[in-house]
């Protein structure tokens, strides 16, 4: 089962980690300690564009940086308060140009940003990442994003990422062994504004995820989950679905099958006391969910805690994506991979919703937990030739 890691490292941020471990695949060679990432500016924009690449040195378990070759640089110990991280820019390509750098065995971010450098500070707990649901953090107004990705001894993960925010569009991509190439992360043509046009439409506080700057400049929409966290968007907005799942499960049973390879492993959910119990099929109580609430829904975490076990974490992510599709009423068998039946209640996920609807592939991270069902914005491949990382318009 591919795996995908999500931990928040530290109060300011939540950072996807991903896939560092990832099933094995077999390779038709070793992969080498660094693999070409062509980098590409399709986004029309003149403005000056950086490049950089933070993560954890899979050899060493060290967190640092990646310069242009591919090298490794550690990140010197930080402070309290924090102190300025070194400069781990790389210049990137001009509109309609390209540049290419060597990414390393590593776990961990490419980030972009247009106009400006990003600001990056160490403690001692180790890197400040961008916080930009904080109106303090330096890079609040800076337009930017990230990738995440990771390459290992099995090969090369690379995903589109809206899990924290939705902002400067981008897409990735491998090269096979074979030559043929596969992408994921576009938006159909006038996607970008679409999808903002369509958030501002969406009542109940969805509009209020939009940040702008002060010249009118759409910088970025938060995740709800930060729209929480931030009172941009009122905590009780999946109240009226919770109440509903919790009543329906009362006297009847959610049947839970969280391994698509694994038909014959199921568990059941019953409510009780306000307490979802899931038994295995010898009746035994394996795990229990407190009744959720928005932020444990839209983070994926609290009451929906995921540990990397094989039952209460494989289960809860089920409940993740069933709450955030707003699937748990229409089947009672999860995961429900029906496309059909996502978002389709008045009371969903908008944000998942709709970025969803403006991907050219369909697929996206608009969650933490969107590759259940394999609805994820993600490519691998076990024996990478190239990756590829494209700026795309904002149209």
């Avoid at 929906?304 to 994506?321: E, F, H, K, M, Q």
Wanted: glycine letters at 10%.
């Amino acid at each position: 089962m591919l795996v995908r890691i999500l931990r928040r490292l530290g109060a300011a941020t939540a950072v996807a980690t991903m896939l560092a471990l990832a099933t094995p695949l077999t390779a038709d060679a070793a992969v080498p300690a660094t693999i070409p990432l062509k980098i590409t500016n399709s986004s029309g924009r003149g403005d000056a564009v950086y490049i950089y690449n933070l993560g954890t040195n899979l050899a060493t378990g060290q967190q640092g940086w990646a310069d242009a070759a591919g090298t490794f640089h550690a990140w010197p110990a930080g402070g309290n308060p924090p102190t300025p991280a070194p400069d781990a820019s790389i210049a990137g390509p001009a509109s309609g140009q390209s540049t290419t750098i060597r990414i390393p065995k590593f776990s961990g971010r490419i980030y972009f940003s247009y106009g400006q450098k990003l600001v990056f500070k160490l403690t001692t707990g180790g890197l400040v990442q961008p916080a930009v649901q904080n109106p303090t953090d330096p890079n609040r107004n800076i337009l930017f994003n990230w990738s995440e990705y990771t390459l290992n001894d099995s090969g090369l993960w690379i995903n589109s990422t809206q899990v924290d925010m939705f902002s400067a569009p981008y897409a990735v991509g491998v090269q096979r062994s074979d030559g043929s190439t596969a992408s994921t992360g576009h938006l159909k043509s006038g996607g970008y504004t679409g999808f903002f046009n369509a958030l501002r439409g969406q009542p109940g506080g969805w509009a209020n995820l939009i940040q702008t700057r002060s010249d009118g400049t759409v910088l970025r929409a938060l995740s709800p989950t930060y729209g929480i966290e931030t009172g941009a968007l009122p905590s009780t907005v999946m109240d009226d679905y919770i109440n509903r799942v919790w009543s329906k499960y009362s006297s009847s049973t959610l049947t839970v099958t969280p391994f698509a390879d694994q038909p014959n492993t199921k568990y059941y959910g019953r409510v009780s006391g306000n307490v979802m119990n899931f038994t295995n099929s010898s009746g035994a109580v394996v795990t229990t969910f407190q009744k959720p609430d928005a932020a444990s829904i839209f983070g994926c975490y609290k009451y929906l805690d995921a540990p990397n076990d094989l039952v209460r974490g494989p289960i809860s992510r089920t409940l993740c994506a069933g709450f955030n599709r707003s699937t748990l009423l229409v089947n009672p068998n999860q995961p429900d991979t029906t496309t059909a039946n996502f978002y389709v209640d008045t009371v969903t996920n908008h944000y998942a919703r709709k970025i969803h609807a403006q991907m050219a592939d369909g697929k996206a991270y608009a969650f933490a937990f969107d590759d259940v069902g394999a609805q994820e914005s993600l490519v691998n491949d076990g024996n990478p030739q190239q990756a590829y990382l494209t700026l795309d318009p904002l149209s």
